[in-house]
């Protein structure tokens, strides 16, 4: 995984991500090292845990679900994943905010 957690550009941000699947519920649960880690209900069959972690940081975010795209590690928990629209400062004060 990458050192930092979160990088931007112009369009987006890209983060490392830690997924937690089959959680009681679905919420970013903050950056823990060198990822983000989030937490997802769905279970990692037939792509539920990746469609409810795209749902899961669309709704963080406040964009759409076509923002959201896993850039790499579908099949694993550790994932990169880009999200366009959202700017790196702002990124950061939203994980922050919930520590």
Partial sequence: MASQPLSGDETGITLALRVKPRA???????????VVEVAVAG???DGAANEE?????SD???VGVRAVRIVSGATSRNKRVRVD???L????????RIG
């Avoid at 972690?53 to 940081?57: D, E, F, I």
Wanted: no cysteine; charged share 30%.
């Fill in 24 to 34: 009681g519920k679905s919420r970013v649960l903050g950056v823990r090292g060198d």
């Fill in 85 to 87: 629209g959202v700017r």
């Fill in 60 to 62: 963080f975010f406040d």
């Fill in 53 to 57: 972690l795209v749902r899961t940081l």
């Fill in 89 to 96: 400062a702002d990124a950061e004060a939203r994980l922050a």
């Fill in 43 to 45: 279970a990692p069959v």
